[in-house]
């Protein structure tokens, strides 16, 4: 019986302290690298601005505004607001894509949203490593920052385009121009001697 008691309590005593190792190896692999709040390191790529077309027929469209000031600071933050800020990004292209009008629904403007919801995803999914690395997040924010540009390109490219009444306008020229091409004799003027 004694001999069942003390291998009974030698067992116990080995499981408890193999369970005590184990409790202090998780712990060691939960702790998070703390990212330097007061690192000047931050984006070297300059964010566009719109054209003041563009920038007039957006201004209600609250989304992008908001989207648009995130990136602002996006720009000028370091590695540590750079992953602060990543899910406020990830969830400000999310609503931007969802709440995008009509007349912006084509398909460069759809395109260029997709790869900046890509790149905010990217950045999302590298800030929420247990080991951060400050270069992988200026990188990333590059990226994003980058496919903002794009987005920003498109918009004006867009507000740029030919209003219908110029374009009708035009083609009633080139009309004109090729009946004139097409028919010489009539435009023919006989000077008198």
């Excluded at 690298?33 to 690192?39: A, K, P, R, T, V």
């Excluded at 054209?51 to 600071?73: C, G, R, T, W, Y």
């Amino acid at each position: 019986m004694r001999s069942l008691l003390s291998t009974l309590c030698i067992l116990t005593i080995f499981c408890t302290g193999c369970k005590k190792e184990n409790t202090n190896t998780i712990q060691e692999e939960k702790e998070i690298i703390q990212l330097d709040s007061l690192s000047k390191e931050k984006a070297t790529i300059d964010v566009l601005k719109l054209s003041p077309e563009a920038s007039k027929n957006l201004e209600s469209f609250e989304d992008f505004q908001n989207l648009k000031n995130l990136v602002v600071s996006m720009k000028e933050s370091n590695p540590f607001y750079v992953r602060k800020y990543a899910d406020s990004m990830n969830l400000m292209v999310q609503n931007f894509k969802e709440n995008i009008s009509e007349d912006l629904k084509v398909n460069t403007i759809i395109s260029r949203i997709a790869v900046l919801a890509t790149e905010s995803g990217l950045l999302l999914q590298l800030s929420e490593n247990k080991k951060q690395d400050s270069q992988k997040l200026i990188n990333a924010n590059i990226r994003l920052i980058t496919a903002y540009n794009s987005l920003i390109i498109q918009l004006n490219e867009l507000s740029l385009a030919i209003p219908e009444n110029i374009e009708k306008e035009l083609l009633r020229e080139r009309d004109i121009l090729r009946d004139s091409i097409e028919n010489p004799e009539e435009d023919i003027i006989e000077i008198e001697e």
